[in-house]
């Protein structure tokens, strides 16, 4: 083992960009169970190439605040401006005015650097299928690199003007800080979003290049280390805890860049061959076009992409990178005047932040959509949620009348089902009192509950398992569980759809739905009212709209007021239904 001088451009950190970035891209095409480490590789590249750049310089008094934020707005933002210019463009095309209005929301905080903090507040969960369809989700780690970058020279500077050496030790501690958040018991979405968190990913890499003082060592793990990240990135290792397999990969990454890759043939082929390099060098435009090519796709052009898709589409993310690469990345970062490319990155970020304000402002309503009952001229922002969100103004005991007394125990679906029940017939009948429910928020924990309870004629509880129901400790005898539902993951493929038979539009159900049906109705029996039943085919589809063609759900899981309406009239009509025990004088049958 020794140290060799590493002074010239290093092919294999392209390479390994290539297996990143491919890992990532991959993943998303859901062949991939550990590819979205990928990013983590990015992250440990970024902070070992800037440490030792900036380190350097400090270290020759060579080094300009004003320079290096040149050098990084010049390299990252003209490809992100342009992603989010198409993607406004797409969008006003192409979108609902939900998704639209996120949409909106994503490309402010990508252009403020600060897509993750949006997930922490809105998604929260990586995971969530809706993810799929957001065309800038993974600007995320963007924003974390981003954020780096504005506090990391100005570290360096001010420990540099009390003492140069202190820069290894101080960096040395924030990075045991940083690990010791990671491994801390916060919730899962601030660890995977938010910088202090991924802090030590970035900085570990830096600190080994510190202390090698830019030399990299000549070693015989190098295929080793090599072939493990591969390994990792490719295959489901599940007895390993997810925290500890990206450190393990933080620390592989580490590994190899540190590590000379031309140790032996292999080692050398499979960093530094001629594609992956290539692929390495253009792994930036790559990383950007796959998610608004495959959101997109999926948003109006495929219900379902197989491994024929999904090799057009990569196919095309290629094409486009190359063009990206060398008409935008290239021309930015080497060949246009500073001023020049100041100019345009202005007046860009004004014409896509402004435009999507108005977008946001507006709920993402750019023209009337009658299949959701919008109208342009008398839109406001919410429009879906309030109708849903309504249904807490009911959150109040019951009053003395000889109205039937119904109790809604729940989440957001639960207040669907008072909105059907108040879409209903038996509106002039009942009473409804609601009280809200789901795990962050226990309804047993409700003051009332009991005496609500108690006072009800019927109880109604949005999906609950029998262990879960138990704990409210309540008269079972007088309480249904209102059944699960679900129209497919988005609307968009819908409503881009052209043919005659738009209205009478089937979905499949997301995967797993009727799975989780199935379990409450064995549990529940004849207390489950089956919502899916009402409304599934032989070919195991639902519809989308009702047969007013108005969109069932504006999200695939909530009711709009056309589908509050419709399911109402389907429990009005479906014999065994409970409440078509009473009369319209409110007397039993």
Known sequence: MKLIENNNYRKDIAGLRAYAVLAVVIFHFGY?????????????????????????????????????????????????????????????????????????????????????????????????????????????????????????????????????????????????????????????????????????????????????????????????????????????????????????????????????????????????????????????????????ILAFGRYFLFNEIGFIGYSVIMLITILLSIGTFYLIEQPFRHKFKTKNVFVILILTFLTTTSLSLYIYNNAGVLKDIPELGINKASTHKGIHSKYNDDIYKLDKSFTKTEKLKILVIGNSFARDWCNVLLESKFKESIEISYIYGAYSHPAYLHPDLKKRAREADYIFLSPLSKEEFRKLDIDESKTWCTGIKNFGINNGIYYNYTGEDYCLQRTSLKDGSLKINDILKKEWGEKYIDLIDLVIDKEHTVSVFTPNCKFISQDTRHFTKYGAEYFAYLIENTPGFVLNKIDNKNNFR
């Open 32 to 292: 991939l169970p550990n590819g979205f480490l990928g990013v983590d590789v990015f992250f440990v590249i970024s902070g070992y190439l800037i440490t030792g750049i900036i380190y350097r310089k400090i270290s020759k008094n060579q080094f300009s605040i004003k320079d290096f934020y040149i050098r990084r707005i010049k390299r990252i933002i003209p490809l992100v401006s342009f992603i989010c210019l198409i993607s406004l463009i797409l969008g006003v095309k192409y979108m609902l005015p939900d998704d639209l209005e996120n949409l909106a929301q994503s490309i402010v905080a990508t252009n403020f650097f600060n897509n993750n903090t949006l997930q922490v507040i809105t998604t929260k969960n990586y995971w969530d299928v809706v993810n799929e369809l957001k065309p800038l989700m993974h600007t995320w780690s963007l924003a974390i690199e981003e954020q780096y970058y504005l506090f990391y020279p100005f570290l360096f500077v001010l420990i540099a003007k009390i003492r140069l050496k202190l820069i290894l030790p101080i960096l040395i501690v924030l990075t045991l800080l940083s690990i010791g958040l990671f491994f801390s018991p916060f919730q899962d979405y601030y660890k995977f979003y938010l910088l202090p968190f991924r802090f030590f990913e970035l900085s570990i890499g830096g600190i080994a290049t510190i202390i090698l003082n830019g030399k990299i060592v000549k070693h015989r793990f190098s295929t080793v280390l090599i072939i493990a990240l591969i390994v990792i990135l490719c295959f489901d290792l599940h007895f390993i805890n997810n925290d500890l397999l990206l450190f393990i990969t933080v620390m592989i990454t580490s590994g190899i860049l540190i590590s000379v890759s031309t140790v032996n043939k292999l080692s050398s082929y499979l960093l530094e061959n001629k594609l992956v390099v290539f692929i390495g060098k253009i792994s930036f435009s790559i990383y950007m076009w796959h998610q608004i």
